[in-house]
């Protein structure tokens, strides 16, 4: 793959590296933070005396947003905006896209733990249409099918967020068992000043467990104030989650959404840091997701003992959990240590469903 040339951004290469480094093609490396515009210049770039037979740009949706917004890579001045008809994103795009040649291809790659924006939700599939030269990876975008469109990949995230928030600076962490926790349960219901969803979460918990949440931990303690800039890249807040965990038995995890949200089908959903640190420490959970996305999991290796369709199927789940709760851990111990090395294997794989698009992209099989 000596003639082909892959753009893509740290973030992209970060969590990627593996993989970009196993293919022994060319890579150039922007930094979201710098501006660098210098792939504008590349389009007439030699090796000696021959061009570049294929150039593979990546971008993640924060930088499709900006050229379908504006029509420059780094303009994230409209990225609030919303409701912009489809002929401005088209207008915008092809001011982006016809400064290079006809031997580049633009991969959208869509791996952000955060909601989606417009134009990837509404956009893309015209965008894929647009041109051949197109494609799309993403987690999110449910109702959209297309040749040159991987989805569904809720995994995604996952291992961003393993890089983004600094899990990468460590080893595997080993795992114990504690000693008599003094709770049965522990949830967290999100930072204090998401006011109503604390009070949503709290209701749910306290319906799912029956009203008797007398065994159940859900506030921070008093001693240790972990605000919320400690929750940012490489902040210590994720980790004092993991140490405090362990004052229960089993975690009860909400994901990023309501649960009403996440009983519909693949709606948008994406998977966040507290999903990964279920799957990055085997102290026992249970996800609060909803089968078709534990089944999207299932798909990539990690395992789990139980489904959910409705908020009842978490309640009869729990009453049943309640009348013997060592025997549900000491059944489901396995899965946990086994989610904890199937992550750390995903982590370091160059083999997954998005890095086989890639390569058939590289090598003109799409």
């Not at 082909?4 to 490396?29: C, M, P, V």
């Not at 600094?166 to 114990?176: E, V």
């Not at 078709?292 to 309640?315: I, M, P, W």
Request: some cysteine; aromatic content about 16%; hydrophobic content about 35%.
């Amino acid at each position: 793959m000596e003639n082909k040339l892959i753009i893509l951004s740290d973030e992209i290469y970060k969590f990627n590296k593996i993989y970009f480094d196993s293919l022994g093609a060319h890579l150039k490396i922007y930094k979201n933070k710098s501006n660098d515009d210098s792939f504008y210049r590349i389009n007439h770039h030699k090796r000696g005396h021959e061009q570049y037979r294929d150039i593979i740009f990546l971008f993640d949706d924060l930088r499709f947003d900006s050229i379908c917004k504006t029509g420059n890579f780094w303009d994230m001045s409209k990225h609030s905006t919303r409701k912009i008809p489809n002929d401005v994103y088209r207008e915008n795009y092809k001011r982006f896209f016809d400064r290079f040649g006809p031997n580049w291809k633009f991969v959208l790659l869509d791996f952000n733990n955060e909601p989606i924006q417009e134009p990837s939700l509404n956009f893309t599939k015209e965008w894929l249409d647009l041109d051949g030269r197109n494609f799309c990876i993403s987690q999110r975008i449910p109702s959209q099918s297309h040749v040159r469109l991987l989805n569904g990949l809720v995994y995604l995230p996952l291992i961003n967020c393993f890089q983004k928030y600094g899990f990468c600076q460590f080893d595997k962490l080993d795992y114990s068992r504690p000693i008599n926790p003094k709770y049965d349960f522990i949830t967290y219901l999100g930072h204090t000043d998401k006011i109503e969803k604390r009070k949503y979460r709290l209701e749910r918990i306290s319906q799912i467990l029956d009203n008797n949440i007398s065994k159940l931990k859900y506030k921070d303690s008093e001693q240790i104030i972990i605000s919320q800039s400690d929750y940012f890249d490489g902040g210590t807040g994720h980790y004092w989650n993991l140490l405090n965990s362990l004052s229960a038995k089993i975690r009860l995890i909400f994901e990023n959404s309501d649960l009403e949200r996440s009983f519909t089908f693949m709606d948008d959903y994406f998977l966040t840091e507290k999903t990964l640190k279920c799957l990055y420490y085997p102290h026992p959970y249970i996800l609060f997701l909803h089968d078709s996305v534990l089944d999207k999991l299932r798909e990539v290796g990690f395992r789990f003992s139980y489904n959910a369709k409705t908020l009842n199927d978490f309640v009869e789940l729990l009453t049943e959990l309640k009348l013997d709760i060592p025997n549900w851990i000491g059944k489901n111990q396995d899965d946990f240590n086994h989610n904890q090395n199937n992550l750390f294997k995903m982590i370091n794989s160059k083999n997954l469903p998005h890095h086989l698009f890639i390569t058939k992209i590289l090598n003109r099989e799409i």
